[in-house]
């Protein structure tokens, strides 16, 4: 079965400084990969998905994400991170083995900007 | 005003107690999911529907049930509400046939069984 794995909890960084959330995958096949990010009260959004194409892709609020075939990771970064980015971050993967393509989803990393 | 809405938005009840949320879409989306997240354990697909004659177990349906009363409504129950059903639950929709299509969620609902 298909799977992402975050492996920090948490992530600090200080406000002006680049960030990374880091996330690895498992598939079988071609990886569809996808950057979801939660505010607190609020649902889901989508940030950004890769498919094919250039390793590095870009998504919402100046966030992009690093595609490395070779490493299985799919890291989420940001030149300049502000306070406003902090927030819970997922990354998923969509399951291509069975007749339903669903996304499957990693346990989430908390990302904490400081002034 | 959102485009998927869950209502209520807070919940708290007893255990053993008969729970509904709901969950109504202006998106015009045929796919709707109802997901619960848990801390450190993200988000699992409890139950998914493809339109509305067509309803389908995710990985955690034990315990609860749905119902697809038309395109822009899908509700998800608790028939006998157990503590460890404690847990923010998420309505998403989705647009079919791409490969790439993203989840639009709900702002969820907060279940707390005591």
């Known amino acids: 079965a298909q799977s992402v794995a975050q492996p920090e909890d948490q992530v600090n960084v200080a406000e002006g400084n680049p960030l990374t959330v880091k996330c690895t995958y498992s598939?079988?096949?071609?990886?569809?990969l996808f950057w979801y990010v939660q505010y607190p009260n609020r649902g889901l959004q989508f940030l950004l998905k890769y498919i094919t194409g250039d390793n590095l892709v870009k998504g919402s609020y100046g966030f992009e994400a690093e595609f490395n075939k070779s490493q299985t990771s799919f890291h989420l970064k940001k030149p300049s991170a502000l306070v406003s980015d902090s927030a819970l971050y997922f990354c998923?993967?969509?399951?291509?083995?069975?007749?339903?393509?669903?996304?499957?989803f990693g346990t989430g990393t908390r990302l904490l900007v400081s002034p | 005003d959102a485009d998927v809405t869950q209502t209520p938005r807070n919940r708290i009840t007893k255990t053993g107690k008969r729970i509904m949320l709901e969950c109504s879409q202006t998106k015009g989306h045929d796919r709707m999911y109802w997901y619960r997240q848990d801390p450190g354990l993200g988000l699992r697909l409890i139950y998914y529907?493809?339109?509305?004659?067509?309803?389908n177990k995710g990985e955690i349906s034990d315990g609860y049930s749905v119902s697809r009363q038309a395109q822009a409504k899908f509700s998800l129950s608790l028939e006998s509400a157990i503590p460890n059903q404690t847990a923010l639950y998420f309505c998403?929709?989705?647009?079919?046939?791409?490969?790439?299509?993203?989840?639009?969620f709900g702002s969820g609902t907060q279940l707390s069984v005591l």
């Open positions: 998923a993967v969509r399951d291509i083995d069975t007749g339903f393509q669903k996304l499957v």
């Open positions: 598939v079988s096949g071609n990886p569809y």
């Open positions: 998403a929709t989705s647009d079919p046939g791409q490969l790439n299509e993203k989840l639009f």
């Open positions: 529907s493809f339109d509305v004659k067509d309803i």
